[in-house]
């Protein structure tokens, strides 16, 4: 028996490390593609500058390769060029997403019809997501807390009306699994955004499907912070797209599901200013110290 754990520890851990490697040459991969855009827009921009300032006569003796840069790129891209690549996920996309929700859901229901789930944590986020469905104190009778002196997931109080309508244990598994799967939509975007073809897309979107975390992080009950992958996944998004307001509510958003990641905001603000991205820093590293001490 512990030879056969012992083996599956061990493909598990094979399997986890390729999809480390290959999300890693990826990841480095969509950051030299992102400078180069960064790069080509600064260039762009440069040249409609200097041609709108010189004099007749020195604009018409633009060089034909400025010209010919000029027209190949559409107009949107002198603005943004995320906004030139933007394009829906196929259908397939939303049929597999679907069909791995429903698996997910299924599987965690599956355990918990098992009787092998726990009151740590589903018992208690179920007790809580109950009372405040009912207009009751959210106090846990597990851990003797209020619901916000536990990690501070003020975002979980989204789960009372479902709670209200049928209060279930499965909305938690549904909820969960909807966090998970979801989390590569904004990813498929992200290689959009990157200019990269649909097949590599594909891939990204497979390897976050198939992360051997992923799936055991669905079976163990339940947390609230897996409703925050999709929100920091945005986020990223919205930073390389340059929507400010958007990337501060996505990170907003995710502190709310556990207080803790506020650490990872703080982080997001340090990779800022090792950027020497200066506007808005200290909006993002304040609401990061917020949400990780209050």
């Not at 989390?183 to 390897?207: D, F, N, Y």
């Not at 991205?277 to 200290?282: C, I």
């Amino acid at each position: 028996m512990l030879v056969a754990l012992a083996a599956v520890a061990g493909a598990l851990a094979a399997w986890a490390g390729v999809i480390v490697t290959v999300l890693m040459a990826l990841w480095k991969r969509l950051d030299k593609r992102f400078d180069e855009l960064k790069a080509e827009r600064q260039q762009t921009r440069a040249d409609v500058r200097d041609l709108g300032k010189a004099p007749l006569h020195q604009g018409l003796k633009f060089s034909i390769s400025q010209h010919s840069r000029l027209l190949r790129l559409p107009i949107t891209s002198v603005t943004n060029p995320a906004a030139v690549r933007f394009q829906r996920p196929p259908r397939l996309f939303w049929l597999i997403s679907t069909l791995l929700v429903g698996l997910f859901w299924g599987l965690a229901a599956l355990k918990h019809y098992f009787l092998q789930s726990t009151a740590w944590d589903l018992g208690i986020f179920d007790q809580v997501a109950w009372k405040m469905s009912q207009g009751l104190e959210p106090h846990s009778t597990f851990t003797d807390l209020h619901h916000m002196g536990d990690h501070g997931a003020w975002a979980f109080y989204a789960i009372a009306p479902l709670y209200w309508l049928a209060p279930s244990v499965h909305w938690l598994f549904l909820t969960q699994a909807l966090g998970l799967i979801l989390t590569a939509l904004p990813v498929w975007h992200l290689g959009v955004q990157a200019g990269l073809k649909q097949r590599e897309r594909w891939l990204i979107c497979g390897l976050w499907w198939l992360q051997p975390v992923v799936f055991n992080v669905n079976l163990f009950d339940f947390h609230p912070e897996t409703w925050a992958m999709p929100f920091l996944a945005l986020a990223i998004w919205a930073n390389r797209a340059e929507r400010r307001w958007l990337w501060i509510a996505c990170l907003f958003l995710a502190m709310g599901c556990k207080g803790a990641l506020g650490l990872i905001v703080i982080g997001v603000a340090l990779e800022q200013a090792l950027r020497r991205r200066w506007r808005g820093l200290w909006r993002r590293y304040s609401l990061g110290e917020a949400g990780f001490f209050c």
